[in-house]
């Protein structure tokens, strides 16, 4: 499956965005995760939602702002992001992985997008 992430760009503290996900492929039986990636930082789970999008687990900093979802026919996830603070600011990245269950760890992920930058000025 490939991915294509976008959405993203330049906002202030406590604004909202949506970042999105596009897979193409045969199919969407995907574990998927977000992940992101500040400057001089490793990568971060932030989300992550299970192949029916009824089970979402959520990195504890992001729990109460962010949501993560899926459309299935479209083949689709997308990450929204509420009341967004400087320390957001990071490269996101979208993943799929074949598991069963949510993982946070990157490299149960086979499948990643190319990332889409959000910067949050303060």
């Known amino acids: 499956v490939q991915l294509q992430a976008s959405g993203g760009g330049l906002v202030q503290a406590g604004d909202s965005e949506r970042v999105s996900c596009r897979a193409s492929?045969?199919?969407?039986?995907?574990?998927m995760g977000w992940f992101r990636q500040a400057p001089g930082k490793s990568r971060e789970f932030v989300a992550g939602?299970?192949?029916?999008?009824?089970?979402?687990n959520y990195v504890d900093s992001v729990k109460g702002r962010f949501t993560i979802s899926r459309d299935n026919a479209k083949f689709m996830v997308y990450l929204q992001m509420n009341n967004l603070k400087p320390e957001d600011t990071a490269i996101y990245y979208c993943?799929?992985?074949?598991?069963?269950?949510?993982?946070?760890?990157?490299?149960?992920?086979?499948?990643w997008g190319q990332g889409t930058q959000v910067t949050v000025s303060s």
């Open positions: 993943a799929a992985s074949p598991r069963f269950v949510i993982t946070s760890t990157a490299s149960d992920y086979e499948y």
């Open positions: 492929g045969r199919h969407f039986s995907y574990v």
């Open positions: 939602i299970n192949k029916s999008g009824h089970i979402k």
